[in-house]
């Protein structure tokens, strides 16, 4: 299985609403990562846990808040966001060895289109 | 700055091969990476080079480094209409990878 899995799809949601993004792999991966990728925009970084604990948190505002409660789940939860956060948001995972996390390949889910309105 | 620049748009015909290229800023980079992307869809791996190589060959993929220039590029032989995408290349420094700007490639029958 080297598929990184993301739900929902697609989602709406208001300003005030609480909801959370879930990403999900069955590779053995010990790293995971957040990504956002605006409309014509390359992805950039939000997040990075690796062996569940965050290690890099790319000055991501606090209505993003991250979440790993084992090695093959991550979540995102969000409150209180802006409609300039709507975007697609990315999932990825790679293997780690506790060398440079970029030795191993990042493998990436399909995404989350999220719309804030 | 940590931009890396690439082209925006490339059409090649069907057959032909086809060229992106990118321009990245950071000498101490490791790994160059090349990602495509398709409508809707999340990022795939195509190949990556490591940066003490000058050229890389998987199938019909052809990868060129040219550390003094900071230039990288890829050269898809054979251009097939399922390569139609957006192509990025994306250097890692530590623990991050700095995505270019990303190349739409058009292939016209």
């Known amino acids: 299985d080297t598929e990184v899995t993301q739900t929902p799809k697609h989602l709406v949601m208001g300003m005030t609403n609480k909801k959370s993004l879930k990403c999900e792999q069955h590779m053995g991966h010990r790293a995971m990562y957040w990504y956002k990728q605006k409309a014509k925009k390359p992805p950039e970084l939000m997040f990075v846990?690796?062996?569940?604990?965050?290690?890099i948190n790319e000055s991501v505002p606090s209505r993003f808040s991250p979440e790993c409660p084992n090695s093959s789940l991550l979540n995102l939860h969000l409150h209180a966001l802006q409609p300039e956060d709507s975007a697609l948001y990315l999932c990825?995972?790679?293997?780690?060895?506790?060398?440079?996390?970029?030795?191993?390949?990042?493998?990436f889910g399909p995404g989350t289109r999220l719309t804030v309105l | 700055g940590e931009d890396v620049e690439q082209s925006l748009f490339l059409s090649v015909r069907e057959g032909d091969s086809s060229v992106i290229n990118c321009t990245y800023t950071d000498s101490s980079s490791t790994y160059l990476y090349w990602y495509k992307q398709e409508p809707g869809a999340g990022l795939q791996l195509l190949t990556y080079i490591f940066s003490n190589m000058d050229m890389k060959q998987d199938q019909r993929l052809t990868v060129l480094l040219n550390k003094k220039d900071k230039h990288l590029s890829l050269r898809i032989a054979d251009t097939q209409t399922g390569d139609s995408a957006i192509y990025f290349c994306a250097e890692g420094n530590t623990d991050k990878l700095i995505f270019g700007t990303g190349t739409r490639l058009q292939v016209f029958p």
């Open positions: 846990y690796s062996y569940e604990k965050l290690s």
């Open positions: 990825a995972s790679s293997q780690w060895t506790g060398g440079s996390i970029l030795e191993g390949e990042q493998f």
